[in-house]
Nanobody, 126 residues
Framework: QVQLVETGGGLVQVGDSLRLSCVAS????????MAWFRQAPGKEREFVAA????????YYAGSVTGRLIISRDNAKNTVYLQMNSLKPEDTAVYYC???????????????????WGQGTQVTVSS
């Protein structure tokens, strides 16, 4: 069983930066595909970014490319989401997700992730 705990959300202004963290339990963390998803009020959950075990392969939704950066520290069992130049449309609950498999299926498909955190709220005020 893997538990994921997200932290770092909050209320920020347009153009500000924020870094989310997700700490995972479990010794096999370094082999997991990790991802961030988000869900805005009244909208479906959407993919934000994913990262493979080494950290060298990253995948992003088109709407966040260049502004949001996913990274991981396997020694700390932690995945990060650095959020820059925040916009009001970035307002959402952000969820961390983990996939124990190592295949190259669609990283944006929420169905591939077996474990989810409880979410952390990010609100961008204009």
């Amino acid at each position: 069983q893997v538990q994921l705990v997200e932290t770092g959300g909050g209320l920020v202004q347009v153009g500000d930066s924020l870094r989310l963290s997700c700490v995972a339990s479990g010794r096999a963390f370094s082999s997991y595909v990790m991802a961030w998803f988000r869900q805005a009020p009244g909208k479906e959950r959407e993919f934000v970014a994913a990262i493979r075990w080494s950290g060298r392969s990253q995948y992003y939704a088109g709407s966040v490319t260049g502004r949001l950066i996913i990274s991981r520290d396997n020694a700390k069992n932690t995945v990060y989401l650095q959020m820059n130049s925040l916009k009001p449309e970035d307002t959402a609950v952000y969820y961390c997700a983990a996939d124990p498999t190592t295949d190259s299926r669609d990283y944006s498909d929420g169905q591939r992730y077996d474990y989810w955190g409880q979410g952390t709220q990010v609100t961008v005020s204009s």
